[in-house]
């Protein structure tokens, strides 16, 4: 079935420096979705990325989408105390548009 | 309004109780989810209801029994859970559009732990 990787699975970062998540699908994705999660919450969605080679920047985030529309990428610039949480992908599923397969996460600490 | 609650935010319960977790969404969404998440993993399909009807059931025990009664509201029954079902219950609802893959929301969950 699907598989959906993140790497890393956990990342420390100073306040100030910058973070990278990499997501990689063993499928072609249709599209794909981030969600943040903070710590005791719940996940909560922050993009999607349909075309082949998309980037889209939501402040100091730039969400990127592989030209093989198989891998994607989170980079946080200048992180702060607020960006910490879990960051997940997600993709559907498939033979299932309904479903998403979520990525294992990776968790991000900002120390101060 | 782009909210889905959930009730009760935390509930404790024995291994022999009977109780139910609700989620309600007024965004006319069609498609309501049950998920489960332990601490540190992704959140894990259990069960999709797509206008009102179950569609998707991942091999979930007997013990987890849920219900559509309407558009708007979701129920997960629960019944003679053991230890390893606590976990964060998440419901998440999507706008049905055709097989278009769209954003799910997700409700704030319910922290259930079983003794």
């Known amino acids: 079935g699907q598989q959906v990787m993140q790497i890393p699975q956990y990342q420390h970062v100073q306040e100030g420096e910058d973070f990278t998540t990499y997501c990689n699908s063993s499928?072609?994705?249709?599209?794909i979705q981030w969600y943040k999660q903070r710590p005791g919450g719940h996940p909560v969605f922050l993009i999607q990325?349909?075309?082949?080679?998309e980037v889209k920047k939501q402040k100091r985030l730039t969400f990127q989408f592989g030209e093989a529309k198989k891998n994607s990428s989170l980079h946080i610039t200048a992180t702060q105390t607020t960006d910490v949480g879990t960051y997940f992908c997600a993709g559907p599923t498939p033979g299932s548009a309904r479903q998403l397969t979520f990525g294992s996460g990776t968790q991000l600490t900002v120390l101060p | 309004d782009t909210e889905v609650t959930q009730t009760p935010k935390h509930l404790v319960m024995g291994m022999t109780n009977k109780k139910s977790l609700k989620c309600e969404q007024h965004?006319?969404?069609?498609?309501m989810y049950w998920y489960k998440q332990k601490a540190k993993k992704p959140p894990e399909l259990m069960f999709v209801?797509?206008?009102?009807?179950?569609?998707i059931n991942e091999s979930v025990p007997s013990r987890f029994s849920p219900e559509c009664p309407n558009s708007s509201l979701l129920n997960l029954h629960l019944h003679a859970l053991q230890p390893e079902d606590s976990a964060l219950y998440l419901c998440?609802?999507?706008?049905?559009?055709?097989?278009?893959?769209?954003?799910?929301?997700f409700g704030p969950g319910t922290r259930l732990l079983v003794l």
């Open positions: 499928t072609t994705l249709s599209n």
């Open positions: 209801y797509s206008y009102e009807k179950l569609s």
């Open positions: 990325l349909v075309k082949s080679g």
């Open positions: 965004m006319g969404h069609r498609a």
């Open positions: 998440a609802s999507r706008r049905l559009a055709g097989e278009i893959s769209e954003t799910q929301y």
